[in-house]
T-cell receptor, first 112, second 113 residues
Framework: DGGITQSPKYLFRKEGQNVTLSCEQN?????MYWYRQDPGQGLRLIYY???????QKGDIAEGYSVSREKKESFPLTVTSAQKNPTAFYLC???????????FGQGTRLTVV | GQQVMQIPQYQHVQEGEDFTTYCNSS?????IQWYKQRPGGHPVFLIQ?????EVKKQKRLTFQFGEAKKNSSLHITATQTTDVGTYFC?????????????FGQGTILTVHP
């Protein structure tokens, strides 16, 4: 099946620890995105990538890092510098920035 | 910051009533996309509008793209409980080289049976 996969679905971490969220797609899409969603809130862009080995900061990049070493993978690391990391994280991909985006199921991160 | 604005933030309706959400961009968009996110789920693409003044329909849903390609609306006729969820508009901001898909804040729709 073609699609975009995020893992894990739920993640718990202690404060001060870095954590990496996985995002894999087999849709052969060039563009990939990471969004953060807080309860009752919209989607805020963390990082995005148009092509392999290139990525750009979104609106709330502080405390996060990404890599895009392979076309199909775009992992997000939530570092200890992120002041309020508990949130729902959504990864998406699209053929290009102006085309339909496909979302993964999301990872719900809780930091205690 | 956010360059795609969406109103209202919340809308509560009785089943059978109509619903409209509005989207405004600070810049002209090459296209506008609409997504629906069911409670506990992830956003799912509904439609894309490309042409100035374009109107598209999907059963009870009507989507419009403004003449200036800076605003859009989604209208649902005779809402049903299955329409519950958050509706987002999104547009590519920043061109095709380093553009990013920017979402509005979303409108949370509640339908009372």
């Amino acid at each position: 099946d073609g699609g975009i996969t995020q893992s894990p679905k739920y993640l718990f971490r202690k404060e001060g620890q870095n954590v990496t969220l996985s995002c894999e797609q087999n849709l052969n899409h060039d563009a990939m995105y990471w969004y953060r969603q807080d309860p009752g809130q919209g989607l805020r862009l963390i990082y995005y990538s148009q092509i392999v080995n290139d990525f750009q900061k979104g609106d709330i990049a502080e405390g996060y890092s990404v890599s895009r070493e392979k076309k199909e993978s775009f992992p997000l690391t939530v570092t200890s510098a992120q002041k309020n990391p508990t949130a729902f994280y959504l990864c998406a991909s699209s053929m290009a920035v102006y085309t339909e985006a496909f979302f993964g199921q999301g990872t719900r991160l809780t930091v205690v | 910051g956010q360059q795609v604005m969406q109103i209202p933030q919340y809308q509560h309706v009785q089943e059978g009533e109509d619903f409209t959400t509005y989207c405004n961009s600070s810049t002209t968009l090459s296209n506008i996309q609409w997504y629906k996110q069911r409670p506990g789920g992830h956003p799912v693409f509904l439609i894309q509008l490309v042409k100035s003044g374009e109107v598209k329909k999907q059963k009870r849903l009507t989507f419009q793209f403004g003449e200036a390609k800076k605003n859009s609306s989604l209208h649902i006729t005779a809402t049903q409980t299955t329409d519950v969820g958050t509706y987002f508009c999104a547009g590519p901001i920043g061109g095709t080289s380093y553009g990013k898909l920017t979402f509005g804040q979303g409108t949370i729709l509640t339908v009372h049976p």
